[in-house]
C-alpha cells in the first residue's frame, strides 16, 4: 500500500526553467510533508518542509505548495540550475506514525 | 550528514552469511531508522527505534534485525543475507516522527 504517490519519475528542465514535481497523500493524519533532495552517492538531504496548516513555503528557489482538501503538496524550483540535478523524495508522517513514508522519487535532469 | 557515521561503507556478502551494518549518531536523537533503497521503489522503512532498547517493524522487516543497547549506535542484521537484501541501506535519525530526518551516507550491500 503506497500512502504517498509521487510524479512524474523523472523530469527534464531547461536551464532557468521551473521544475515542479507533485505527491499525492491518503492518510488525513499526516501533518508534516518535507522534501528530500538527493546527488549520486550521498544520502537524502533535507531540502524543505511543510505542515498543512499554511498553503505555501518559500525558501530561495525552492517553493513548497500545500493543497489540503486535495490532499495534494508539490515542490517548485524556480530558475533552475544543473546544480539542482538530482533525485528528489517527497515524504510525509504523523505524530503517532511510524517514521517518515517515502515517495518513489523523481529524477530531475537540468540542461544547459 | 547531522553526525551520522554508517559503517561500512561497501559490502559484498555471500548468500546465507550474517551481516551486521551499523549506524552511530552524535546527535543525541531519539528516534532512529534502517531504510533500504532500491530503483522504482523509493526508500522503505526496515525497522525504527524510538529509544533504548526499544524497536519496532517497518514496512519490509522480513529477513532484517535489529538492535539498540545505547543512544548512539543502532544495528541492522541480516540473519541470512538472500540476492533480494542487495540493496543501498541508509541510516536515519530524528527527533520525532513530525520533525523530519536526517540521513546517513549509506551502505551499499552486494548479495552474492
Known amino acids: 500500500q503506497q500512502q504517498v504517490k509521487q510524479s512524474p519519475q523523472s523530469l527534464i528542465v531547461q536551464k532557468g526553467g521551473i521544475s515542479i514535481i507533485n505527491c499525492a497523500y491518503e492518510n488525513t493524519a499526516f501533518d508534516y510533508f518535507p522534501w528530500y533532495q538527493q546527488f549520486p552517492g550521498k544520502g537524502p538531504a533535507l531540502l524543505i518542509a511543510i505542515r498543512p496548516d499554511v498553503s505555501e513555503k518559500k525558501e530561495g528557489r525552492f517553493t513548497i505548495s500545500f493543497n489540503k482538501s486535495a490532499k495534494q503538496f508539490s515542490l517548485h524550483i524556480m530558475d533552475s540550475q544543473p546544480g539542482d540535478s538530482a533525485t528528489y523524495f517527497c515524504?510525509?508522517?504523523?505524530?503517532?506514525?511510524?517514521?517518515?513514508?517515502f515517495g518513489k522519487g523523481t529524477t530531475l535532469s537540468v540542461s544547459s | 550528514d547531522a553526525g551520522i557515521t554508517q559503517s561500512p561503507r561497501h559490502k559484498v556478502t555471500e548468500t546465507g552469511t550474517p551481516v551486521t551494518l551499523r549506524c552511530h549518531q552524535t546527535?543525541?536523537?531519539?528516534?532512529m531508522y534502517w531504510y533500504r533503497q532500491d530503483p522504482g521503489h523509493g526508500l522503505r522503512l526496515i525497522h525504527y527505534?524510538?529509544?533504548?532498547?526499544?524497536?519496532d517493524k517497518g514496512e519490509v522487516s522480513d529477513g532484517y534485525s535489529v538492535s539498540r543497547s545505547k543512544t548512539e549506535d543502532f544495528l541492522l542484521t541480516l540473519e541470512s543475507a538472500t540476492s533480494s537484501q542487495t540493496s543501498v541501506y541508509f541510516c536515519?535519525?530524528?527527533?520525532?516522527?513530525?520533525?523530519?530526518?536526517?540521513f546517513g551516507q549509506g551502505t551499499r550491500l552486494t548479495v552474492v
Open positions: 527505534s524510538y529509544g533504548v532498547k526499544d524497536t
Open positions: 515524504a510525509a508522517s504523523n505524530q503517532a506514525g511510524t517514521a517518515l513514508i
Open positions: 536515519a535519525t530524528g527527533m520525532g516522527t513530525s520533525l523530519g530526518a536526517f
Open positions: 546527535e543525541n536523537h531519539r528516534y
